[in-house]
């Protein structure tokens, strides 16, 4: 492995797929820093050449260690430690730095680079705890280097013209740094919207490719329900030959009823045909068209008086197709029953369906005999209809409920999902 993919794999330590952008450039920026800090406090190493004895070689040898130690905890995932560990060692170290030389060799330059790894680690974007806690490690030790001096730790074998040397030499360390960060921010920060970019032209692209996906399904679920709808209308037909074919009464009955039956589960697949999405379909229109449907084909449309309330309320097809053959079963009864023997212009029929509190009431009343006073659902001689309503309620997971009140009253509550 050559000394660049070192470096690279370096900066890598702690890197995982779950991190946002601002999060890997953090971790990657830590890295670089600890390997920027090590690289200068090796060559703060030449300052031995100017005190020589007096030159602070464990303890620079200790910072470079804490450095090292704070890229082991970055290899090791744990990338929150890395970052305070670099933090507190950075920042004590400028403390030593600026205690032990005296100010005129402006070691306070270094704080420089230091701000400029601030605006490294941060995001601008939201709050970021991390760097508020970088910025304000920064600020204590800057100011307690202002206020502090302990000349105690001060080195006292400098010469006035070796001062200004290291004037010099730390103007051209620090200004070097802050360029050098300066640069690797701005590649930085090009890499990661590079980075997005590509993404972002990938997820275009995934995007186009999904609606692509998604209006060929769209046709294709249009050809089924229009084919379900088209094969039910052929059912319909055979049934119209088959009771024009015989000339028992009851059995043309029961074909009637079943056409019925077919008719309204076709006319789902129609609504949702008409239906962009093809996901469901307001009840209420479908009510008005069946209700229109089955009142034709007995040809009392015009003697009946109906009355519609409808609340705008979507059902998908695992619940219209139930509850279209619920209502189809009602309004049959009320056509065969409750318009029986009935003198024409007094007859009304009302329907209601109503948004009640996560669930929807179906109300449907006539103005019909009603039911029989000893009408009893539970026993197993209940017509057909009658079971059906049950049963498809049941399926809903609805409650049906049987009354009288000025004709025959039915009312169903079922959870709308």
Request: charged content about 20%; aromatic content about 12%; glycine content about 4%.
């Amino acid at each position: 492995m050559n000394l660049k993919a070192l470096f690279f794999r370096v900066l890598d330590f702690g890197l995982q797929n779950d991190q946002s952008f601002h999060d890997k450039r953090r971790v990657k920026s830590v890295n670089l820093l600890n390997v920027i800090v090590i690289l200068f406090l090796m060559i703060g190493l030449t300052n031995w050449f100017f005190i020589k004895a007096d030159f602070p070689i464990l303890i620079e040898l200790g910072f470079m260690a804490v450095a090292a130690t704070s890229l082991f905890l970055s290899y090791k995932k744990h990338v929150d430690s890395a970052f305070v560990v670099f933090t507190v060692n950075v920042n004590l170290s400028l403390f030593f730095i600026g205690q032990y030389y005296p100010s005129e060799t402006g070691t306070y330059l270094f704080y420089f680079p230091v701000i400029v790894s601030i605006v490294l680690l941060n995001n601008p974007s939201r709050i970021d705890k991390c760097s508020a806690l970088h910025f304000l490690i920064c600020l204590l030790s800057f100011t307690l280097s202002l206020i502090v001096d302990l000349p105690g730790w001060q080195v006292k074998t400098i010469e006035p013209s070796q001062i200004k040397v290291l004037w010099y030499y730390d103007v051209f360390l620090s200004v070097f740094l802050t360029g050098l960060l300066t640069f690797l921010l701005n590649r930085t920060i090009f890499n990661q919207n590079k980075e997005i970019l590509v993404q972002l032209k990938d997820i275009e692209k995934t995007k186009a490719e999904v609606k692509i996906s998604l209006k060929e399904k769209e046709i294709l679920l249009a050809e089924l329900h229009h084919r379900v709808k088209n094969n039910l209308a052929i059912i319909s037909g055979l049934l119209n030959l088959q009771e024009d074919a015989i000339n028992n009464t009851e059995a043309k009955q029961v074909i009637s009823e079943t056409k019925n039956r077919i008719m309204s589960m076709a006319l789902v697949h129609k609504m949702l045909f008409k239906n962009p999405e093809f996901k469901k379909i307001d009840f209420g229109k479908y009510s008005s068209e069946l209700i229109s449907e089955l009142f034709n084909s007995y040809h009392l449309i015009d003697d009946v008086t109906i009355e519609e309330d409808y609340d705008v309320i979507n059902l998908s097809i695992n619940t219209s197709i139930p509850l279209g053959l619920i209502l189809n079963e009602i309004v049959t009864n009320s056509i065969k029953y409750g318009f029986k023997d009935e003198p024409a212009g007094n007859n009304k029929f009302f329907i209601s369906i109503k948004n009640a509190h996560n669930s929807v009431s179906l109300i449907v009343k006539d103005s019909g005999k009603g039911f029989d006073k000893d009408f009893n659902t539970d026993l197993e001689t209940s017509s057909l209809g009658i079971v059906l309503i049950k049963s498809l309620t049941e399926q809903i997971e609805g409650k049906v409920l049987f009354s009288n009140n000025n004709g025959a009253k039915i009312e169903i509550n079922f959870p709308n999902n």
